[in-house]
């Protein structure tokens, strides 16, 4: 997947994967610098699941855990990278940015299963299901800004 963001947007600075999705190979290859003297991206992965309850102690504010050393497993690193106050933070975002669309999709929109079999149906019924998905974000959005009530109607 890196490989096709990197062809349309040439400066990702950082990589939210989810906990099924990492690999300590793909994460090497994702963090691989693609040019000569050019940045490669930071992959932040949650590794363990954790309780979504909150208690006192995590609600107090603490310091940054020490960087693990160069002895460190994969493991280990990924697990500081999300236990930082910043790594925290931009993880975080995958909440406030991809999340909801599935839940739209699966909620709103009723697709909770594939009807079709084999990985190219599949994958067309996918585009199906993102592009009536965008359509139906695109219509709300134009229907609210001609509302004579919007601020930024014309």
């Not at 493991?75 to 406030?96: I, L, N, V």
């Not at 994958?123 to 993102?130: G, N, P, R």
Request: charged share 25%; proline share 5%.
């Amino acid at each position: 997947m890196s490989e096709v963001i990197d062809e349309v947007i040439q400066s990702v600075e950082t990589v939210l994967v989810n906990s099924g999705f990492v690999s300590e190979a793909a994460v090497t290859q994702v963090e691989t610098p693609r040019q000569e003297g050019g940045d490669a991206p930071i992959v932040i992965a949650a590794i363990q699941r954790e309780n979504h309850h909150r208690g006192v102690t995590d609600l107090e504010k603490k310091d940054d855990p020490p960087a693990p050393g160069s002895e460190a497993t994969f493991q280990e690193k990924m697990k500081h990278r999300t236990a930082t106050q910043e790594g925290c933070a931009k993880y975080k975002q995958r909440q406030q940015t991809i999340e909801p669309v599935f839940g739209i999709i699966k909620e709103a929109m009723g697709f909770r299963r594939f009807s079709l079999r084999g990985h190219g149906k599949v994958s067309l019924e996918w585009t199906l299901v993102c592009v009536s998905s965008n359509q139906r974000r695109l219509h709300r959005l134009i229907s609210t800004k001609s509302s004579p009530s919007h601020p930024l109607a014309a």
